[in-house]
């Protein structure tokens, strides 16, 4: 198996290339004419069986992933999993070369666990931008209230009041160019109602899930609320260690938090009333109990999004 690694910054692009004559390392730019030189150094060495590599950094991997995507595999890795490799060989050293050579090794030695990259479609990349300004925009807009809040001078309240009118402005505008993108795409449309349908799940609300369960193909419900970080991390060994740690250290934050308002407005609503009982039986905190209502939620928008159906109240408030 040949395998590239690949460390993506803003402007350039380090490779880590394994292949049956070796190794061989090499900088490109990240840009259409580095991708092109990119591509004819593979077809100079002839790579076949061969597998392309990547972290996920922030934006600056998309044009290399959609590119390379075309011609080779592709894998987009979580950073989080390349760091943990480096920790487990005592790693020191960070430079990007040495980044590129890490996850070229770890490519090599987990290529069979990984998922590999499907280009978003037009329509799947504008939502995610447009979802990430939305994001940006509210919070700022909560930065902007609390220095209006704090402040004493009149000159810089009406500053924060006008920054404020033009942030609520944009956002409703943000909105609905969310809304009518979904609207005018018929399969995304669906989903997007389907979603609607469970208890406690608004409008934007739903357009986040949307956006993760159409762009990512998780396959099962459990792989989806890892990877919104609603599984609690849990620690065994002998008799003498047996704990359980929270469920933030691998999570989409983002994602994470959404689920928190639907949870507690379905718990204030008594959606899952039998649940509830069985955890307050056990004396179980409120915490816990909108935690495991969070992670109902999220099996059920994974199913819902899996099967295209609406929310079925007899079948999902039934007891766990």
């Known amino acids: 198996m040949n395998i590239i690694g690949l460390d993506i910054s803003q402007h350039t692009v380090d490779g880590y290339l394994i292949y049956s004559k070796g190794t061989r390392y090499f900088k490109a730019n990240n840009n259409v004419d580095g991708f092109e030189q990119i591509k004819s150094l593979i077809k100079q060495n002839r790579l076949r069986n061969l597998a392309v590599c990547m972290e996920a950094t922030g934006n600056y991997h998309e044009n290399i992933a959609n590119y390379l995507s075309k011609h080779y595999p592709v894998y987009v890795i979580n950073p989080l999993q390349i760091k943990n490799y480096s920790k487990s060989l005592l790693q020191r050293n960070k430079t990007d070369k040495a980044d590129a050579k890490l996850i070229a090794e770890y490519g090599l030695l987990h290529l069979n666990k990984l998922q590999q990259y499907i280009p978003p479609t037009v329509e799947q990349q504008q939502l995610q931008r447009w979802l990430a300004l939305q994001y940006q925009l509210k919070k700022q807009l909560t930065q902007t209230k609390n220095r209006l809040y704090a402040s004493q001078d009149n000159f810089v309240r009406e500053v924060h009041q006008n920054i404020i009118m033009l942030l609520q402005t944009k956002l409703a505008e943000i909105a609905q160019k969310i809304y009518s993108l979904i609207k005018k795409q018929s399969y995304l449309w669906q989903h997007y109602k389907n979603l609607l349908t469970i208890p406690g799940i608004g409008k934007e609300t739903a357009s986040l899930f949307l956006n993760y369960l159409d762009q990512r193909k998780f396959q099962s419900a459990n ?98």
């Open 223 to 320: 792989q989806f609320i890892a990877f919104v970080g609603l599984s609690p991390d849990t620690q065994q060994s002998g008799t003498s260690v047996k704990r359980t740690l929270g469920s933030g250290r691998y999570s989409n934050r983002r994602l994470k938090s959404a689920f928190f308002m639907p949870a507690l407005v379905a718990y204030r609503l008594g959606v899952f009333g039998q649940l509830v009982k069985n955890l307050e039986r056990r004396k179980k905190p409120k915490m816990v109990i909108l935690g495991a209502i969070a992670r109902k939620l999220a099996k059920i928008a994974y199913y819902l999004h899996k099967t295209n159906q609406p929310f079925d109240k007899a079948r999902y408030q039934m007891a766990d």
